[in-house]
T-cell receptor, first 110, second 110 residues
Framework: QKEVEQNSGPLSVPEGAIASLNCTYSDRGSQSFFWYRQYSGKSPELIMSIYSNGDKEDGRFTAQLNKASQYVSLLIRDSQPSDSATYLCAASSNTGKLIFGQGTTLQVKP | SQTIHQWPATLVQPVGSPLSLECTVEGTSNPNLYWYRQAAGRGLQLLFYSVGIGQISSEVPQNLSASRPQDRQFILSSKKLLLSDSGFYLC?????????FGSGTRLTVV
């Protein structure tokens, strides 16, 4: 069973701090990785994609990928209360379908 | 531009009643389409996916079925709903980068 694992949280950080969200995956054949943000009652929204080892930055968000360790992370700098949401990690399967983790709930406290 | 539409937004149905949820995509042709379900506090479970008209693959045995009568239309159905069918149903399609989700249907079976 190919899996994507995340700590369900909640992860609580003060406003302005760096939030670090982590994810591991079991399928070594996965090539594409995605982070989605899901506000309560809403559908997931794609915020970052990463395909190569290393870091990818987009504004306050940085995605990190380490294929050798089968590890993906998302850093959110200068966290804001509006960042409070559930963050879903996803990895592509060899058939192209996305496998999602259970999500990590982030709470940013003012 | 490409958009995905999903309706209805909310639905309350009695046990044993039928179900039909519809999803349409605009601005693209021959998209891969997906139905996911998210139970309360849980991750995303892939139910069905389709790579073309009339082509449906089922991921898990269940009380639901899917159809793709037109290129950009994907329908999720049930003949008789169970309590366990309650959840947040999401349609998605796959552009080049990850999946894009519709706004979802929150189904409550009573």
């Amino acid at each position: 069973q190919k899996e994507v694992e995340q700590n369900s949280g909640p992860l609580s950080v003060p406003e302005g701090a760096i939030a670090s969200l982590n994810c591991t995956y079991s399928d070594r054949g996965s090539q594409s990785f995605f982070w989605y943000r899901q506000y309560s009652g809403k559908s997931p929204e794609l915020i970052m994609s990463i395909y190569s080892n290393g870091d990818k930055e987009d504004g306050r968000f940085t995605a990190q990928l380490n294929k050798a360790s089968q590890y993906v992370s998302l850093l959110i700098r200068d966290s804001q209360p509006s960042d409070s949401a559930t963050y879903l990690c996803a990895a592509s399967s060899n058939t192209g379908k996305l496998i999602f983790g259970q999500g990590t709930t982030l709470q940013v406290k003012p | 531009s490409q958009t995905i539409h999903q309706w209805p937004a909310t639905l309350v149905q009695p046990v044993g009643s039928p179900l039909s949820l519809e999803c349409t995509v605009e601005g693209t042709s021959n998209p891969n389409l997906y139905w996911y379900r998210q139970a309360a506090g849980r991750g995303l479970q892939l139910l069905f996916y389709s790579v073309g008209i009339g082509q449906i693959s089922s991921e898990v045995p269940q009380n639901l079925s899917a159809s793709r009568p037109q290129d950009r239309q994907f329908i999720l159905s049930s003949k008789k709903l169970l309590l366990s069918d309650s959840g947040f149903y999401l349609c998605a399609w796959s552009p080049l980068d990850g999946y894009t989700f519709g706004s979802g249907t929150r189904l409550t079976v009573v």
